[in-house]
């Protein structure tokens, strides 16, 4: 969404809000007020951060005065820069699932709990869309290696993927027959879903409906070729980007997340200028939707990335 003039020069304003999620998985959304910005629509509780508060501090304060619990810990889940026509936020969302009371209306408001698979974006603001993206998706982007001969082998890896917890799973089979690729993308998608677990597509989104996969990942270049959202809205459209541009693009086609490298310099792609953790972070700032870091990551690099402002990491090695 691109600045206005009534907004491009104004300092955002820095709003904290909580994804208060219960045993149940469901997550605590606030209605706005008759009089306020957005009237009517549910949203993640929260408020201004004030003069002298960090952020965790705002965050404390806002939801003890707005619905009566202490959070005794949160977890840092996005940060979303939006502008509307005639202001500038930064939202600055936390995954809560450790608070002391039962949440209640302090202020008059109505509340509701909502299952997290089952949060509607056409009744909540539009910056908080990413957010019900980013508490969709998990920490772990496993994306395949270009399978080999024996589809056996192949399977018997992803298995042990799964098993290892990964519940996100990108299939990238650039060279297969469509033949050989259905029968592939069939196999993975059983083992994905008994799994519990989520299945795209590198690029072949006429593929998606029709095998009922979870959605498409487009590569970069495939990107820059696009006109509109390949996939419907039921379904996951994620791209990989490079540069700020990508990002933007991405954002205005309608992708749910991105993947963003290479952070680090990786064997496969040994020409390549590695990000690096600082120019990373600065690209997550001005994103409006969930990113995963790509690029040489490993396990351990997790937590560096989420400090970073990312959805978590994605790659072949970490997790294959």
Known sequence: ???????????PVHVVAAALIDADGRVLLAQRPEGKHLAGYWEFPGGKVEPGETPVQALQREILEEIGVRVASAESLIRIPWRYATKRILLDVYRVQAFEGVPHP????????????ALDPNEMPAADHPVIHALALPQRYLITPQPGADADVFLAHLDAALERGVRLVQLRDKHSDDATLRRLAAACL???????GQLLINSRSDLVEELDLDGVHVPAAQLAQLRERPVSTRR???ASCHTAEELALAQSLGADFAVLGSVAMTASHPGQVALGWDAFA???DEATLPV????GMTQRDLATALAAGAQGIAG???FW
């Open 1 to 11: 969404m691109s600045a206005t003039p009534a907004t491009a020069d104004v300092a």
């Open 106 to 117: 302090c202020e008059g408001q109505p509340l509701k709990w909502v299952p997290a698979t």
């Open 190 to 196: 059983n083992r994905v879903r008994a799994a519990g």
């Open 236 to 238: 996951w459209f994620a």
């Open 282 to 284: 600065a690209l997550c």
């Open 292 to 295: 995963f870091a790509l690029g």
């Open 316 to 318: 072949i090695s970490a």
